[in-house]
């Protein structure tokens, strides 16, 4: 069987790309719902057409044997999976491709290779999955480098140790989703982070980036399910002790989670785990006015019933993610358990619902264990039904968007989060700013809002944009618009980013939003640990 | 009405001190306990007889008004709330007490204070209520420093700013817990953060130190809480954004959070709040095997039922504290909710506990919102009947254990948190060396363990210490036990601390237990903000 091949240019593997007809029928739907024409399908880019610049450096021979100049290597870590690159992947605009890409087979590879970088004046980028969409893996020529290294974990693929007591896993970081799931489960374990990069990002990626799963509640943020990370700095290594909590200084691992490979290589963690749900249940809750669904979601995040799934869709993403088209906003709402059924907990948020005008017309599903053939019980998490639906859907819309971007179609999201005080000016602000720069620039174009996470204190709002292009100012358009949105969502007290990362997209806001100081004291922590200043120069700290 | 003066070597209100006839009762009883005999009572000191070394600096004069040379001041700063504390304090040794007090009445304040500290080479040390017990807020000479401030942020008590939206309100860092419940408490809202240190601690401080409080899961430290911080430094004013959650980078609170006054002075926070409780239900569930309460207590925590209390006591102190003579080990269950009635959660986590062997004789107390006459809900969470009594037994302890430092016994506490596959071995090592030290040293003596907080992946256990002491040899007698011990809970994989913070007591442990990089990245974090490194010397980051 011949090995599958990652697109290096667009999303996953090459052989699940739309083809041209599947693409030509998207872009007439999308025609259709944007009103107005969109430009013809261009032929994807090819490989053997880049003239991708010769390698500028060149590496000690025993680093040789995981070191690769092939184009396809080299043309697939130019970039992350932002609009933007696959934009210019698609037009075969590779500028700046790494001059060498670095498998490590070991953590000793890593400090080898950090070790060169820092006495060669090379550039030192990690890359896990490489599905940055913030430019967080890209070398944009920032300090003053001899060349770059894009540094693919991917070989670092391991659960290396589980401990069925304390429910927790040391995993290498370069572990992609799929994978590390796959080993879990013989072990009735399970990490349950499924960002919708889960099948191409790693471990190593979610803790740089903070990454956000599955849990609507309790553990967004891959931070609340770390027990410790071992990392290679070129100063040493950092591995911090395997606790439940600790109280001992600031947290080690605070440090690390959102430091997006400036300050170290994570190498591997010790994850929290949890057994495979049992109980599930779950209801599509639906408003007649988004803002009632707003008050509900919140009620709900203050309850102390801590849903799993919480997912408030507008409008807008009701009737194109789910159908509806009666013009309501849908809350997805689910809890799911391995102890217990959890029937009165949707019972009351049902209720909770209902005090803002909820109602759920298809009543509630409830699932409880079934027994096998083989009297094993039944994972109910599976991947049937209108759930496995929605995920599939969920899983292979950046395939779409491939296809969407040979069109010229604008097709992008961002993300924030907010207190619920803030959230309907924020909401307001960030729409209108968003419509009025699509109607100047785009001449139209729409824009939806879910909530992925919800706080007690507010939620995290993920907005979607689609809009028609033009062939050649894709990049200028998109980044034209961004800026004007990215204002607004500071302006209105929201953060650039809840769980895309900062990277080099957006790091002009993120300096706005970081209080000054605290940017001082990372830039002093960076020089301790990477006096070279080699590691991923420019991303959250200046370049020197 | 006069105004209650607090202990400047003791525990809390001076009027609230046991008698000399209520101090030879509680000696009697634990000499009884003990079986053997104590020294007899020494008089409390008295601050007629300090001798006071005189102030080495002299402040600018627009410090003047903020500024204390006041005996009382400068004693009761002198040291934090530790036992050797209370030794000292009880001899009336006061080696290095501060040269001068500060009560700053605003932000202006602490950053002119901070601004003369940084010319005139002298060391800043922040002071919230005063009851750390890891020597936190006193100065033992560490850097080269004129003289040291104790900055006493008392008068920074209000709560400023309520959103009841967002359910979360914007706090003065010198708010003591009582002020800032009572602040609250008109807007039905709670920060319900219960340290046992409550009456006599601070905002500031139990974000400065990482505090642990009344949420046995989910919520367990004061990191939890907070929605942002803001901090003076010697180079500026961070502020945090107000967000319920974010990915923008490393979190810049989480830098603050446990850096114990050595990166800046915290002067409020956006705290995270709830509302008060409506619906209750707790149980006592007794085990005859502590390791059969254990595996049910790890049984709860990996649940995801998520009690509010879950309390296990080994059997010694289920005898001490709730009068069990069974020789059961006990464990305190809750589940509380504003929202709604938590009847399905205790049953389940009762089941769960049956699984293990425990047993619930006196059933399971359901409490519901009752009326009051004024026709609005009463709050279950009060203090009468068995809550009630252990709550107050639990606040006055520390009023106890003045007077039996005065008897020279030895009455300590130490925690630590680990994974639950380590918990059964570091509890034998802790146990056995602290009895060995014990008998050695002392003779003989009691150690008993309870839970305080309980994760997926492991217990804080905590440790109390009751042991006949010698006049004089208190504070040798209790380094030696403690260092002994504290090699003992690092080798089998604890921290040295859940929520007691570093400070002095903890460095040596602290620094072995911290990768060195960290402490490397922190050192350079703390120049940036610090850079005369007057803040704290030698709390987190060694002395310059």
Redesign the interface.
């Known amino acids: 069987m011949a090995e599958r091949v990652r697109s290096w240019w667009g999303w996953g593997w090459e052989d699940q790309a739309l083809s041209d007809a599947q693409a030509e029928k998207l872009g007439a739907a999308v025609a259709g719902r944007l009103g107005t024409a969109v430009a013809p399908l261009r032929p994807p880019p090819s490989l053997r057409d880049l003239d991708l610049p010769s390698p500028r450096i060149q590496p000690p021979d025993s680093l040789a044997p995981i070191l690769s100049t092939q184009p396809l290597d080299r043309a697939g870590h130019t970039y992350g999976k932002a609009y933007r690159d696959i934009v210019r992947g698609s037009y075969g605009e590779l500028e700046r491709p790494p001059d060498l890409v670095a498998f490590p087979r070991d953590e000793g590879d890593v400090i080898e290779i950090l070790d060169w970088c820092s006495t060669a004046r090379i550039a030192a980028i990690p890359y896990g999955g490489g599905s940055s969409v913030v430019g967080g893996v890209e070398w944009r020529g920032e300090g003053d480098f001899a060349g770059w290294v894009s540094i693919d974990l991917g070989r670092l693929d391991r659960v290396v140790e589980i401990?069925e007591?304390?429910?927790?896993a040391r995993i290498q970081a370069g572990a992609l989703g799929p994978g590390l799931e796959a080993q879990l489960r013989p072990h009735g374990l399970t990490l349950r982070h499924f960002p919708q990069s889960f099948e191409f990002s790693t471990l190593g990626g979610w803790l740089a980036?903070?990454?956000?799963g599955h849990y609507a509640t309790?553990y967004?943020?891959i931070d609340d399910l770390v027990?410790s990370i071992r990392a290679v700095?070129p100063?040493?290594?950092?591995?911090?002790?395997?606790?439940?909590?600790?109280?001992?200084?600031?947290?080690?691992d605070?440090?690390?989670?959102?430091?997006?490979g400036a300050?170290?290589i994570i190498t591997e963690a010790w994850m929290?785990l949890q057994?495979r749900p049992r109980f599930k249940a779950s209801a599509g809750v639906r408003f007649r006015e988004f803002l009632d669904g707003v008050e509900a979601t919140?009620a709900l995040a203050?309850?102390?019933?801590?849903p799993t799934n919480c997912r408030l869709l507008d409008p807008g993403e009701a009737a194109s993610a789910a159908g509806l088209g009666d013009g309501s906003a849908l809350l997805v709402l689910g809890f799911e358990?391995?102890?217990?059924p959890v029937d009165?907990?949707i019972g009351?948020a049902v209720e909770?619902c209902a005090d803002h005008g909820g109602h759920v017309p298809e009543g509630v599903t409830i699932s409880a264990p079934a027994t096998g053939t083989d009297g094993a019980p039944r994972d109910v998490a599976g991947r049937e039904g209108a759930v496995g639906a929605w995920r599939n859907a969920f899983l292979r819309a950046p395939y779409g968007r491939d296809a969407l971007v040979r069109m010229s179609i604008v097709v992008e999201t961002f993300e924030t989060?907010?207190?619920?005080?803030r959230f309907p000016e924020l909401h307001h602000r960030v729409t209108t700013t968003m419509q009025r720069s699509l109607q100047r620039i785009c001449g139209g174009g729409w824009v939806t809002c879910r909530f992925t996470?919800v706080?007690?204190?507010?939620?995290?709002p993920y907005y979607s944009v689609l809009a028609p292009g033009r062939p050649g100012l894709e990049i200028a358009i998109w980044d034209e618009i961004k800026a004007a949105v990215s204002d607004a969502l500071l302006d209105a007290?929201?953060?650039?980013?809840?769980?895309?990362?900062?990277g080099r997209d957006?790091d002009l806001w993120?300096r706005r939003?970081?209080?000054?100081?605290?940017g001082?004291?990372?830039?002093?922590?960076?020089?301790?640990?990477d006096p070279a200043g080699v590691l991923n120069p420019g991303v959250?700290v200046p370049p020197a």
């Open positions: 401990d007591v304390s429910r927790a980036t903070r990454s956000g309790v967004t943020h027990e700095t100063t040493g290594v950092i591995e911090s002790r395997r606790l439940p909590g600790s109280g001992a200084g600031p947290s080690p605070r440090l690390l989670l959102g430091s997006e300050f170290g929290r057994e919140r203050q309850s102390g019933l801590f358990s391995a102890d217990h009165a907990w009351r909770l989060a907010c207190t619920w005080d996470h706080y007690p204190d507010g939620p995290a007290g929201g953060t650039i980013t809840h769980h895309h990362a900062v957006h993120y939003q970081r209080p000054d100081p605290v001082h004291a990372l830039a002093a922590a960076k020089q301790a640990l959250i």
